[in-house]
């Protein structure tokens, strides 16, 4: 290639070249604002259509191989996503990222515990009873709904209709913010006072709604016999295995434990992509912590952070919507709970805004009293905004003993925790002795677990079967994980109180629960980073991904300008120095033009791209401000490494640092 | 403290220390080579008590959170384990190995397909018939067991016997290697034969032996009526996809689609811990090639290995082992099928044994004739000896065009590659055009799934519709995406043949599959990097995992030698620079010896400490070898991350060189 064509064809490129570590012309930073205007203004466009604009990021997602329809080939089934080579790279950045911000960063535990699970287990924590959402049938095709969901859809459609009155608009409005908290029986009475039928079919609905578990069933073993659900959370491994962690942790509290997984919510009618799946990648954090100081040493990170907050009392007034607050001043004005529910509060924010999140489309919502598991001491959702409206994304819990509680309950073991006292203290402690021949003779290869749910009575149970032996010489007693109950004699076991003096004080720790939806925290992602802008010629409008290196699918694309050998022997070179810096690239050896090449790269969001236009020294340019720089073939690899990595910024790459 | 004390502590150190970057002494290779001697004789000595060995090797691996019983406070369920704190890094750090060597290595995509999985997908690849084992009943207890295993379990027991004749125990290993072979009809017959009796019981045991489907089952959606599996490998969801993944490959072959995810399997006796689990991890290649060119351009690579293997023929005679075969010659004369495949055997074989599987303990194993499935085209398994005999850790098969072929028969979609001709040839061509109206008409809805039924018949069926129809004038068809028959009539379609110049060659590729039980393969590393040693003492066995830097869950400790200001300060700069390098480190400032940290440390299999001893420089102690080295406190944790990242070797940082 002559001079010439080769200046022609960097020409292509979009931008003039400049060369590394040269001062940047001050005209650049006019540009790159006028382009962020640009960019807000298109955003506004797209929130005016918001259906196009879903419509218009998801074609790109399934074309870009973010993911597709599960068993497609097949008609695919609801609920169910593939994620392709792109959507994968992009999941598993985000979870190093997620390891980086909260397992590495407070030195979690993090585990992983089976997705199959016994019945016992969902018995213990509520899920057989209670994990359920309300459904109707469509008396004519048996087709299932979600009741809440028939009368949001409903308020929806008619509050667009421009006719009905200001009354009818503010009840839509309370009932919309209300509907998830609304019984069956409320429920039913919606449907029918406003005559809604099946969707589609228009046929009429089954009265009154009836819970359906959510939970996938399954049997485990070859008997049959033995119930099994798949996991709708990972948080019950977690629980079952408390005193192993506690253990592992030096038996010192406060301590988290993590875990990353899949999990599985047989949804009535999943809907809205990659929202509302049957199967889902779930991270959560056990955070445990003596209820009694709920304090964190490292709140002051975090307590300067302003954020979207939405209070329950604010929600519970009509026209409000989240205000910036400070979080510090939150917490202690006791908006927000403790400073661990504030200090994930915020960790959680950086994180999101990390990972290409607009902060501004970002709110912290408070559970209303109604709205919030009995047992919970706060509950706040990291809800984010995008073309389905405000979603939750994380849930960030305080749930006080109850999990614990709970499994300790049914299982008969102990999930406690023990602190040192100040000073000493005298208590009347139960004395309890099994006396070990005779429940041997007894209960035989049953005996253990007899003992076990023996020692797992509280001081009230033990007095009143103390009182019960010594009236009648025996009582009925239930051993849970016997499934029966067993008869206790007198001879069996003693009873009484001693004064004690006592150095410890033993309690069931509390559990802050972060809770984070993988698939929706990357979809809101994928809407938030998703733009258009004009080719140069100014006669296409292109897709952009504005991925933040660290999540970005593909790191880099190289591209040689020409096809000869030279061009193609200092790609090799900068390809092999990538791969072995683990630097995810492509190379693009395709005939079409640069600018081509730049467009397609852009569209899935690869920050990055090199073009191969010398054998000594090469160009990068920078997806955002499509700026270039000229870098040596040696350095090239080396420079594209630390922006992938984070560690350098394309403005600090361009013109002012020595690399 | 003085410089008496902190000498007399550094003794406790158990070696003298040497300054970093002196030459090391002559003597140390001498201390090296003892060293590995006694390891060696340990071994052997625990080879032969295997049980003795795997119980002292479980025990160290529950107590220390490598694993534990799943849902253990309700006394667990059989075949499903928890991974603990230790056990989910050692698992991160293997998965993230097994992305260097295979998908980045090899530019594979990798994806992330659905568990959860509709009864068509396994009705075409063939599960639902064929993915069984044989079990029999305890007549009286109703518990069910495995015949194969039965039958095993009697042999190895009746083989014990010293008293039984040389043709009775040759009886006994014919029927050990050829059990897994046997029809429901011989097993019974043995069990008949040798009055085998169902373990613990004696009870009789059902006859003949009936086939156990080993899926879970479970409906997906509210009605109940959609029958759904959990996958039992990840397999079928890339296949499935097989379009996608070859357009996003620019429609070139050959290439490679990876995945790892969790995969079901209902054993009807899980036993041997994480070797057969009913819920584990599988890391599957799905490697896609043209049938007529299963060369590799990178098996130069692999082709100087030589590797234990055991080719069919040698396992069919008697008293033969598998032998140290050079890859590139089994290739050259046939015993491997393809390039291809050899490449793959290399890559397992160098991924095992970085991982510090023992290589004189791994061998490749080829399945005979009966063993392989039908449509196979060759097939050899990475087995690794361990305490349970030799374990099948990595199955690497010819798959042959089989699970596209049925996926595209069932769903009426071609699942195909096409590659360019050299010279175009002249072919008739079967021309197959719907009449979308007359179509439209009769099937409405259904004419997409009738026509993408009717585009998938081969030429033979259309010219046999094609008589039919002239003949008839309609002629029932049965569309499976449906599954119904429908009529066709002879105006709906016009077949016909016409001879055309074609310039591409279309085919179904074949598809070589390595697929890695990742639990497996992390139990054998496991056993085989565990050993003890006798404390400087003399008078404890000491408990060490020699883990490879890459794979330990902890890389380094941490231990300020007395509890002062200033150590404990530059603890935390050393600790702060460790974590922002991501390398997983402990600090120990409990109150015990320093001997007894590292016992503690070596038996987590921790490769490095490193004593905070003064305020400027440190010492840092190699696991193996028990030397240590002096370094600045400014540089000791790039030491560390450069070790803990394979980029130096102790030796290298010893002595040798500047680091």
Redesign the interface.
Known sequence: MNPTEQSAAVEDQEAPVQPLNAAKPESDVAIGSLFVDKVKAEKSAVEKEPEAFRQAVANILERR?FY?P??????G??G??????S???V??NVLSLWR?YFV??EDM??????????E??FNASGHVKKFTDL?VKDEIT???HRADHLIKGYCERRKKDVSISAEKAAEFDNLLAAVEDLSAEELGAKIKEYGITAPHTNNPLSHPPRP?NLM????????GS?L?Y?RPETAQ?IF??F???YN?N?RKLPFA?AQV??V?R?E?SPRQGPIRA??FLLAEIEHFVDPENKSHPKFPDVESLELLMFPREEQEMSGQSAKKLCLGEAVANGTVNSETLGYFIGRVYLFLVCLGIDKERLRFRQHKAKEMAHYAADCWDAEIDCSYGWIECVGIADRSAYDLLA?SK??G?A?EAEAKLAEPIEVEKLIFTPAKKELGLAFKGDQKNVVEALKALNEQEAMKMKATLESKGEVEFEVC?LGKNVTIKKDMVSISKEKKLVFERVFTPSVVEPSFGIGRIIYCMYEHCFSTRLSKAGDQQLNVFRFSPLVAPIKCTVFPLVQNQQFEEATKVISKQL?SD?I?HKIDI?GTSIGKKYARADELGVPFAITVDSQTSVTIRDRDSRDQVRVSLKEVASVVTSMAEGKKTWQEVCGRLNV
């Open positions: 191989s597709n599960s068993f497609d080939i097949y008609g089934v609801a169910l996503l593939d994620y392709g080579p959507g994968r790279l999941e598993l980086k590495n960063e535990l993090e585990v992983g515990c089976s997705a199959l699970t016994p016992i287990v459904m048996g087709a299932f359906f996938f069933q399954t049997s485990i073993g070859p008997t033995a099994g798949l491994g079952v295995n005193k192993n962690y592992d030096g434990v997984g899949r599985f047989n009535i049957r199967e499994h049914k299982s073991v999930l994980t791969k683990g995810k395709t």
